[in-house]
């Protein structure tokens, strides 16, 4: 009889111990993820923040599905605000978001993985070299640099830009102080405007391989293009925000309905 008694207090020791010990530890570590719909806002991945790598994750943050490296430069729709709270307060936020390009591609990542696209105005800025920084540094700015190297020669002008802004279909009134204006949003057949339409949002790379041979159909080939050599006024607004409507940067409803399109582009000669 004094064999089981003992086995029997060993197995009741052993059970107390193991049901002790993790209730201090789990208590340290508890997480709320909490989400808020905001519809779709556009975003880039930020690549100054991936570097060497950045992580997509699934719905409940378990699983890594996609390492962001592999998509640079990748245009995202935010659907969600997913804050990660520890003890009831915010440690980090997180994106529900999907690929513009591939609606397989999609889950939670961290916020400061991305930019929000966000398209200036030409009107606000104060000189010809502020609007030439904010076009060489701005992330929503892609398609509009790959663009200006079609036309190596030319200047950009803000304030020809601020005219392109304005509709670029006729121009029936021309800008104060330039000639010779000519449309290049708007050649023959609506295009090469109606092409970035079609594509909005679209990779940089094959959108401007197709505009090429579109001007050079038309006869806009790149000794013509390189001939000219005065001002170009250029707005690309390429399905981004009208500005950044939030006081923490966040996305917001509002933002899904502020945004824009907008294929301005023109060639002139300054009068002086």
């Given at each position: 009889m004094k064999k089981p008694l003992k086995l029997l207090l060993?197995?009741?020791?052993?059970?107390?111990?193991?049901?002790?010990?993790?209730?201090?530890?789990?208590?340290?570590t508890t997480y709320q993820i909490t989400s808020k719909f905001?519809?779709?806002?556009?975003?880039?991945?930020?690549?100054?923040?991936?570097?060497?790598?950045?992580?997509?994750?699934?719905?409940?943050?378990?699983k890594k599905l996609h390492n962001l490296k592999n998509y640079p430069y990748t245009r995202w729709n935010v659907t969600n605000i997913v804050t990660k709270k520890q003890n009831g307060k915010a440690v980090s936020?997180?994106?529900?978001?999907?690929?513009?390009t591939n609606p397989k591609v999609k889950g939670i990542a961290w916020s400061k993985y991305f930019t929000k696209i966000i398209a200036q105005n030409p009107a606000s800025f104060s000189s010809d070299a502020a609007y030439l920084k904010y076009i060489q540094t701005?992330?929503?700015?892609?398609?509009?640099?790959?663009?200006?190297?079609?036309?190596?020669?030319?200047?950009?002008?803000?304030?020809l830009s601020a005219y392109a802004n304005t509709g670029a279909y006729s121009y029936i009134q021309k800008p104060v102080g330039f000639k010779n204006v000519i449309n290049i949003s708007y050649i023959q057949?609506?295009?090469?405007?109606?092409?970035?339409?079609?594509?909005?949002?679209?990779?940089?790379a094959p959108r401007i391989?197709?505009?090429?041979?579109?001007?050079?159909?038309?006869?806009?080939?790149?000794?013509?293009?390189?001939?000219?050599?005065?001002?170009?006024?250029?707005?690309?607004?390429?399905?981004?925000?009208?500005?950044?409507?939030?006081?923490?940067g966040l996305p917001t409803r509002d933002e899904s309905e502020g945004q824009m399109t907008s294929y301005g582009m023109v060639l002139a000669t300054p009068t002086k």
């Open positions: 060993t197995l009741a020791l052993v059970t107390v111990g193991a049901v002790a010990l993790p209730v201090t530890a789990q208590a340290k905001v519809d779709d806002v556009p975003y880039t991945t930020n690549m100054k923040t991936v570097k060497s790598g950045g992580y997509i994750w699934n719905a409940r943050h378990t936020y997180y994106y529900e978001l999907t690929s513009k701005d992330p929503s700015q892609r398609l509009t640099r790959a663009i200006l190297k079609l036309y190596p020669n030319v200047t950009v002008s803000a304030k057949n609506s295009q090469p405007a109606i092409g970035l339409w079609s594509t909005m949002g679209q990779p940089v391989k197709t505009m090429t041979a579109q001007l050079d159909a038309m006869g806009y080939t790149a000794a013509k293009r390189a001939s000219f050599t005065g001002n170009i006024g250029i707005f690309i607004a390429d399905e981004a925000n009208d500005g950044d409507n939030s006081q923490d």
